[in-house]
């Protein structure tokens, strides 16, 4: 039946057939079938106001544990429906909409139609077990209790929800659907309300970095700082303006006959780099409308904030920018992952720009040489190997994480010094990436 039409099958046929009953009552004199003519209507009646008139559903609390989804990753959603209803009323159904980048993969149930008026075979599961994602997530609303003041119901519904595209998505609106307790009547509440759930790039566990020498290690390093405190050092140095005198080392004063101070040492963290180039060229335009619409640019951003994630686990302290110098994020310390998932949260609804600004990059690392420098593209020709080909020479460890590739541009990067590797939508990435930093310059992870 059509939404507008309130009775189920069940209750179009008594309605039917109690009009059948007033026929022939009229037509052969039989009273008795005109009383179950009116008894019909009136049961009808009856199941019409205890739906219509004393009955309603007041609101919702929709919560999302946890509340940021990871493309590919499950979360469980639990929906409180607050309902007033005097009298009883039978089990029904409800639906909760999903938008594209979220699929329902929530409780299996046993039928894959609607009930048959009746309130039985609610459900919406596949026959084999499998869930659906066909935009909203389905399930059994229980039966009601009669409540003679007119308190309200509690009912707790949940389901599990699955991220498939990176951005903002929203759960709701809910809809429920019940009928009285003779399967007669059904009435639908819509309820407007809804949830916004973030779901964030796959964070994927890179393999640790081998045993790299220097800066490409990962480790703390120990810097002299000449006017600054720390660990004692067994050389004293000469006393200037600024030091504390509870510094002064008595003892190589005496000697030197003049004030000298303990020389102190201070923690210092390397730094690492992570550029991704967000040219729209390199990608498509569908990168530039909105998040999770191209699995190329997807998959970079997967491969940045994982980068994040390892080179901060190793202990370094991660600038993260895009290939003009422009920074994407304050830098995030060493071993601060609550950081890297603010990252991931930021990256969200990352989208690409309209300009090619990757030989902007080059200038940026000019100087001497630093810590580890990942660089994620997107389209990568022998062109753009050539123009990278400086950067190489000043980092302790230069990455390449190419997503298409093009032609011999791969080797001509490996011939300047990067370790390289494609990292396509279909490619693993740990493998890519252990493969670029184990085998180390000088081979071509495909």
Same mark, same amino acid.
């Given at each position: 039946?059509?939404?507008?039409?309130?009775?189920?099958?069940?209750?179009?046929?008594?309605?039917?057939?109690?009009?059948?009953?007033?026929?022939?009552?009229?037509?052969?004199?039989? @009273?008795?079938?005109?009383? %179950?003519?009116?008894?019909?209507?009136?049961?009808?009646?009856?199941?019409?106001?205890?739906?219509?008139?004393?009955?309603?559903?007041?609101?919702? +609390?929709?919560? %999302?544990?946890?509340?940021?989804?990871?493309?590919?990753?499950?979360?469980?959603?639990?929906?409180?429906?607050?309902?007033?209803?005097?009298?009883?009323?039978?089990?029904?159904?409800?639906?909760?909409?999903?938008?594209?980048?979220?699929?329902?993969?929530?409780?299996?149930?046993?039928?894959?139609?609607?009930?048959?008026?009746?309130?039985?075979?609610?459900?919406?599961?596949?026959?084999?077990?499998?869930?659906?994602?066909?935009?909203?997530?389905?399930?059994?609303?229980?039966?009601?209790?009669?409540?003679?003041?007119?308190?309200?119901?509690?009912?707790?519904?949940?389901?599990?929800?699955?991220?498939?595209?990176?951005?903002?998505?929203?759960?709701? /609106?809910?809809?429920?659907?019940?009928?009285?307790?003779?399967?007669?009547?059904?009435?639908?509440? @819509?309820?407007?309300?809804?949830?916004?759930?973030?779901?964030?790039?796959?964070?994927?566990?890179? /393999?640790?970095?081998?045993?790299?020498?220097?800066?490409?290690?990962?480790?703390?390093?120990?810097?002299?700082?000449?006017?600054?405190?720390?660990?004692?050092?067994?050389?004293?140095?000469?006393?200037?303006?600024?030091?504390?005198?509870?510094?002064?080392?008595? &003892?190589?004063?005496?000697?030197?006959?003049?004030?000298?101070?303990?020389?102190?040492?201070?923690?210092? +963290?390397?730094?690492?780099?992570?550029?991704?180039?967000?040219?729209?060229?390199?990608?498509?335009?569908?990168?530039?409308?909105?998040?999770?619409?191209?699995?190329?640019?997807?998959?970079?951003?997967?491969?940045?904030?994982?980068?994040?994630?390892?080179? %901060?686990?190793?202990?370094?302290?991660?600038?993260?920018?895009?290939?003009?110098?422009?920074?994407?994020?304050?830098?995030?310390?060493?071993?601060?992952?609550?950081? %890297?998932?603010?990252?991931?949260?930021?990256?969200?609804?990352?989208?690409?720009?309209?300009?090619?600004?990757?030989?902007?990059?080059?200038?940026?690392?000019?100087?001497?040489?630093?810590?580890?420098?990942?660089?994620?593209?997107?389209?990568?020709?022998?062109?753009?190997?050539?123009?990278?080909?400086?950067?190489?020479?000043?980092?302790?460890?230069?990455?390449?994480?190419?997503?298409?590739?093009?032609?011999?541009?791969?080797?001509?990067? @490996?011939?300047?010094?990067?370790?390289?590797?494609?990292?396509?939508?279909?490619?693993?990435?740990?493998?890519?990436?252990?493969?670029?930093?184990? &085998?180390?310059?000088?081979?071509?992870?495909?």
């Amino acid at each position: 039946m059509g939404r507008l039409w309130p009775l189920t099958i069940r209750g179009t046929g008594a309605v039917l057939l109690g009009l059948v009953c007033l026929i022939v009552a009229a037509d052969r004199g039989l @009273v008795e079938l005109l009383y %179950v003519a009116m008894l019909l209507f009136a049961v009808v009646g009856a199941a019409l106001f205890t739906l219509f008139a004393v009955r309603r559903a007041d609101g919702l +609390t929709r919560t %999302v544990e946890p509340d940021v989804l990871a493309v590919g990753r499950e979360g469980r959603v639990t929906v409180r429906v607050s309902v007033r209803a005097a009298l009883a009323s039978g089990p029904g159904a409800w639906r909760d909409t999903l938008s594209p980048g979220l699929a329902w993969s929530g409780p299996e149930a046993d039928s894959d139609s609607e009930t048959d008026g009746a309130g039985r075979g609610f459900g919406f599961a596949r026959p084999d077990g499998r869930a659906r994602a066909e935009g909203s997530a389905r399930g059994v609303f229980p039966a009601l209790d009669s409540g003679l003041r007119g308190e309200a119901h509690t009912v707790d519904v949940d389901y599990r929800v699955r991220g498939i595209r990176r951005g903002m998505h929203t759960l709701g /609106p809910l809809t429920v659907s019940s009928t009285d307790p003779f399967g007669l009547v059904r009435r639908t509440h @819509v309820l407007s309300t809804r949830t916004t759930v973030i779901v964030a790039p796959e964070i994927v566990d890179l /393999p640790a970095l081998s045993d790299l020498p220097g800066e490409a290690g990962g480790t703390r390093h120990a810097a002299t700082n000449e006017l600054g405190q720390g660990t004692d050092n067994l050389i004293p140095r000469a006393y200037v303006p600024g030091d504390s005198r509870r510094r002064i080392h008595w &003892r190589a004063s005496a000697h030197r006959d003049e004030l000298m101070v303990r020389q102190e040492e201070q923690e210092s +963290t390397p730094s690492a780099t992570v550029v991704i180039d967000l040219s729209t060229p390199r990608f498509t335009v569908a990168a530039m409308r909105g998040p999770g619409l191209d699995p190329g640019f997807e998959a970079a951003v997967s491969a940045c904030v994982s980068a994040v994630a390892r080179l %901060v686990r190793e202990g370094y302290t991660v600038a993260v920018i895009d290939s003009d110098g422009h920074a994407l994020a304050d830098p995030i310390e060493g071993g601060d992952m609550a950081a %890297v998932e603010i990252l991931a949260i930021d990256f969200a609804t990352l989208l690409t720009r309209r300009d090619d600004r990757l030989p902007q990059l080059v200038p940026l690392f000019a100087g001497a040489i630093g810590g580890p420098v990942v660089v994620i593209v997107g389209h990568f020709d022998e062109t753009d190997a050539a123009t990278l080909a400086p950067v190489a020479h000043h980092t302790s460890l230069p990455v390449l994480l190419a997503v298409a590739p093009i032609a011999d541009a791969l080797p001509q990067a @490996v011939a300047s010094g990067w370790h390289v590797a494609a990292i396509g939508p279909d490619a693993d990435l740990a493998a890519a990436w252990a493969g670029a930093v184990e &085998r180390g310059a000088g081979h071509v992870v495909a």
